[in-house]
């Protein structure tokens, strides 16, 4: 649940620390030039505006260029602001964290995932966070190999054999919450997966807004969508607990069961809510970020044939490999070294996420200024060996709260690319439509493709 906002989009990493100003403390400091703006609007309609149009990176960029600096603060959703930009920005607030800062988000997306401010830092919720983080590691998830490739299979089958064109991004984020409702809670029932994905669309749109709780406005909406969704997981967990007490269901057959199996070291499981609270921010982090990507995949291959051509091969050799009937393992994935360096170039150049937040723990000074407590060539091949400098890429965050979900996001990639391009080459219907950004990076259009599938061999 970490948009590439920086002087220059795709080399930079937006990161933003929020400032509880304390007058009394930083009267005399100096802090970073920028303006607040109006109050609780602040500069956020300048933010969003930007990626409506399709140049997010300018809301960055041009206040680079008018202070002089790649530190500024500013007021985006309701809260004051500083904006690190670059790789010293990165490394600076990366390895700093628990110590001069810590995770932060806008009060929208505690108001709408239903948390206070402290309760990312008890306890409990960092028992539930290493739950998580362990269940959704590399070794957790190779045993779901085979189940991705099974409901991907079914939804290219559904949605995309047999058309002539197909709109992307839509199918895109249909195919992420196909696939996260089957390996969080084992769903398989169109109609409820359904009922679920139908009010997520609002809840992201809520979360980076205006935080004006009023009838109509896009926070409102986000609350009463991410009420109506944490109501049907409580039905689905509590049915879950029931199952589980009758061995009607495996304790390990999905996340739901693990959570509702597992304690923590001093033999406390975890309440319904919260694992209701789990599950939704699991949903929403893994919907439209990870379609996001999936989209800018298509579009990238659409327009570099010799990058597509690459990966082509690269998928062939795997699927001419498998038996007819045998499913993608482990080292299938990690014979897609090219196609994933592919989809790291794609995030360089088109980051969906809106950045993250950080919270200053302490008055600290970077590059001079006092920080208030609280507060595009496309080359994959830049991802061969180590890789790009350490800070210089960072999609899924860094330092202790890097995005625990980096591998489940890896695989569903790797998945979709894999039936993709062994199924159908594609050209764009529009072949100027820009990418914008509400919030999250998608095509204007929701990218309309042709499809070219290929000759049975």
Same mark, same amino acid.
Request: proline residues 7%.
């Given at each position: 649940?970490?948009?590439l ?21 930083s ?9 607040i ?24 960029s ?24 670059? $790789?010293?920005?990165?490394? @600076?607030?990366?390895?700093? =964290? *628990? &110590?001069?800062?810590?995770?932060? /988000? +806008?009060?929208?997306? !505690? ?39 099974? $409901?991907?299979?079914?939804? @290219?089958?559904?949605?995309? =054999? *047999? &058309?002539?064109?197909?709109?992307? /991004? +839509?199918?895109?984020? !249909?195919?992420?919450?196909l ?10 029932d ?87 609270n ?17 989209t ?56 969906p ?38 800070y ?53 259009k ?12």
């Amino acid at each position: 649940m970490e948009i590439l906002y920086a002087s220059l989009l795709g080399f930079f990493l937006l990161l933003v620390i929020y400032l509880f100003y304390n007058h009394k403390s930083s009267e005399n400091a100096s802090l970073p030039p920028g303006k607040i703006g109006f109050p609780v609007i602040g500069e956020t309609l300048e933010f969003l505006y930007a990626g409506w149009k399709g140049h997010s990176e300018k809301f960055i960029s041009d206040r680079i260029a008018k202070y002089s600096s790649n530190v500024f603060k500013t007021s985006l959703f309701g809260s004051p602001f500083v904006v690190f930009c670059g $790789v010293n920005g990165h490394r @600076f607030l990366f390895s700093n =964290e *628990n &110590k001069l800062v810590r995770v932060w /988000f +806008p009060r929208s997306i !505690h108001t709408i995932f239903l948390q206070s401010t402290e309760t990312f830092s008890t306890e409990e919720a960092i028992n539930g966070r290493k739950l998580i983080r362990n269940l959704i590691k590399p070794v957790g998830l190779q045993s779901h190999i085979g189940l991705m490739d099974t $409901v991907a299979h079914c939804y @290219f089958a559904t949605y995309w =054999e *047999n &058309k002539d064109m197909v709109l992307v /991004f +839509p199918l895109a984020k !249909h195919y992420t919450f196909l696939l996260a409702c089957r390996l969080l809670m084992s769903i398989e029932d169109p109609n409820l997966a359904a009922i679920l994905e139908k009010p997520l669309g609002f809840v992201l749109k809520g979360a980076f807004s205006v935080p004006i709780d009023l009838p109509g406005t896009p926070l409102n909406r986000a609350i009463k969508a991410s009420s109506f969704i944490q109501k049907e997981l409580l039905v689905i967990i509590r049915q879950r607990k029931i199952d589980l007490a009758k061995g009607m269901a495996s304790p390990t057959q999905d996340i739901l069961s693990h959570l509702l199996s597992t304690s923590d070291d001093n033999g406390n499981f975890m309440h319904e809510t919260d694992i209701a609270n789990k599950l939704f921010g699991l949903l929403v982090g893994s919907h439209d970020n990870i379609a996001s990507v999936c989209t800018s995949v298509v579009k990238y291959l659409a327009e570099l044939p010799e990058v597509y051509q690459g990966v082509f091969q690269e998928q062939l050799r795997i699927a001419k490999s498998k038996a007819p009937g045998e499913l993608l393992n482990w080292e299938d994935i990690q014979k897609m070294k090219y196609s994933w360096n592919v989809a790291c170039e794609v995030m360089r150049l088109e980051s969906p996420s809106p950045g993250t937040f950080r919270e200053a723990l302490t008055d600290f000074t970077y590059n001079g200024f006092s920080i208030p407590k609280g507060c595009k060539k496309f080359d994959p091949s830049r991802f061969e060996g180590s890789g790009p400098p350490p800070y210089a890429y960072a999609p899924f965050g860094g330092g202790p709260r890097m995005c625990p979900g980096k591998e489940f996001a890896r695989l569903k990639i790797l998945v979709f690319m894999h039936h993709l391009v062994k199924r159908f080459r594609w050209e764009k219907l529009i072949p100027g439509e820009k990418t914008v950004y509400t919030p999250l990076a998608n095509p204007e259009k929701g990218l309309p493709i042709r499809l070219f599938p290929h000759e049975a061999s």
